[in-house]
């Protein structure tokens, strides 16, 4: 039901000019025949009332289903982008007045052309708008020229390239989460190895979605302590005995190295072998509150957690473009930086992710 700004309603409005309540809605909204008497009893009522039509209902009442189009990664079951997934999932109901529609097109983070197939897929469709997040420096800005030519509104999530015309950002400031990780891992000593565990992406090494918290981690290091060697490994995330064996290798070539980073999202991959070499004297700073990252966190084999609710980047993102999209109203702020939480086993039962 219409609600007025005060208590009157559409209701009362059709009852005090003797029409019915579609006569009004039509007045309202300019559409369908209506005579000339009839349009100034309907207005002349509506100013005696002071009824005030709530604009949201009427984007219910008009039926029209807005697209949005979430171009992400693809994803396993428990993994950073499920998170992202649900957000958005949630941003879609999150206002009853709007009819969203989410229209997903997931890209393989190892291959440029599946992106470039989605991003075709995408513009081909004409959404009302697209929230993504992109590995692709280069395609991704390519993307959005060819959006912003064909005037699709567009919001990034997780990350963002600042050249771009986006409407609006969420996430974390991934130069300072690296940042903050490094000084977790480094405040209690002065560490002069650290190990840093990356994972094998690509061969064209195009995918590379951790650079810009890598490069927080790495310069806070540089800077505070100078001659501290960062060394670093390669493992494969798909094969758990490569990651093994390779760890194994490193600390049998370097016993002395007791701290150890990895600024992508599943610091989980190594916990077999730390639970398998166990060393009182170990550091790890991991990122993100997956559910395997936690279980690390739990067992001791994981020190630290840098992380923000996952879910809330996507949330927001598609609510805030929703809102542009729909409502034209624009966003506070254009980029939006979510807090980063620092977990750790003793405050890990009072966290909700």
């Known amino acids: 039901m219409d609600q007025s700004a005060g208590s009157a309603t559409i209701f009362d409005v059709a009852k005090l000019c003797g029409v019915s309540r579609g006569t009004v809605d039509r007045v309202l909204h300019r ?12 207005e002349r009522a509506i100013e005696i009332l002071g009824y005030r039509p709530n604009p949201n209902a009427s984007l219910l009442a008009s ?24 957000g958005f999932q949630k941003g879609a109901v999150a206002n009853p ?6 229209d997903f097109h997931l890209y393989n ?42 005037q699709i509104p567009y919001a ?7 050249e771009l015309n986006y409407t609006v950002y969420y996430g974390v400031d991934p130069y300072k989460s690296g940042a903050l990780g490094a000084f977790l891992l480094t405040n209690r000593t002065n560490p002069k190895e ?8 690509d061969r ?79 550091v790890v700073i991991g990122f993100d509150d997956l559910e395997g990252n936690l279980a690390s966190l739990r067992s001791g084999n994981v020190e630290f957690l840098v992380t923000r609710h996952i879910a809330m980047q996507s949330y927001h993102a598609l609510v805030a473009l929703a809102d542009f999209v729909i409502r034209k109203v624009t966003p506070a702020k254009r980029k939006n930086y979510l807090h980063m939480d620092i977990l750790h086993r003793l405050n890990l039962d009072d966290y909700e992710s």
């Open 31 to 42: 559409r369908g025949r209506v005579s000339q008497a009839t349009i100034d009893k309907v």
């Open 63 to 86: 039926k029209k289903t807005f697209v949005f189009s979430c171009l992400i990664p693809t994803f396993n079951k428990g993994e950073y982008w499920e998170k992202i997934y649900d």
């Open 97 to 102: 007045y709007f009819n969203i529609e989410l």
């Open 109 to 150: 983070q190892t291959d440029l052309g599946s992106f470039q197939k989605c991003c075709k897929e995408i513009l081909e469709s004409r959404p009302a708008g697209v929230i993504m997040n992109s590995v692709f420096r280069s395609e991704t800005a390519r993307f959005s020229e060819e959006l912003d030519a064909a």
């Open 156 to 162: 990034f999530v997780d990350n963002v390239f600042d």
């Open 194 to 201: 650290i190990l840093q565990v990356r994972l094998i992406r």
């Open 204 to 282: 064209g090494h195009h995918a590379d979605p951790n650079l810009t918290r890598r490069q927080g981690f790495m310069d806070y290091i540089h800077r505070t302590l100078p001659d501290t060697k960062v060394h670093t490994v390669f493992i494969q995330p798909s094969d758990p005995q490569q990651t093994y064996l390779t760890l194994d290798r490193f600390f049998k070539e370097n016993p002395n190295v007791k701290y150890m980073v990895m600024t992508s999202s599943r610091i989980y991959l190594i916990d077999d072998f730390l639970q398998n070499n166990p060393d009182p004297d170990r």
